[in-house]
C-alpha cells in the first residue's frame, strides 16, 4: 500500500487460526500452534517508521462459536 493511501484491514481470528486480509487478499494465513493469541487484549501498533498511521473506522465482530474439528477457510 503506498503512504496516504486507504485500505480495508481484516483480521480474523477463530481459535487458533489467524488470516489477516488487505483489500480483501489474505496477506497472512497462521496457525499459532501455542495458543498465544486464544485470549487478551486487541491493540494497534505502527512500528516501522516515524510517523502516525490513521484509522477512519474500526468495527469489532465477534464471530459464532465454530467446530474444532471443522477447517475454517
Known amino acids: 500500500i503506498k503512504a496516504d493511501q486507504w485500505f480495508t484491514l481484516e ?3 477463530r481459535g487458533d487460526h489467524i488470516r489477516v486480509l488487505v483489500d480483501g487478499k ?4 497462521f496457525k499459532d500452534e501455542r495458543r498465544r493469541s486464544a485470549a487478551g487484549r486487541i491493540a ?5 517508521r516515524p510517523g502516525a498511521a490513521q484509522c477512519r473506522k474500526i468495527e469489532v465482530k465477534e464471530l459464532p462459536a465454530s467446530d474444532p474439528g471443522r477447517a475454517v477457510v
Do not use: G, K, M, P
Open 44 to 48: 494497534l501498533q505502527h512500528l516501522d
Open 11 to 13: 483480521v480474523i481470528a
Open 26 to 29: 489474505v496477506v497472512t494465513d
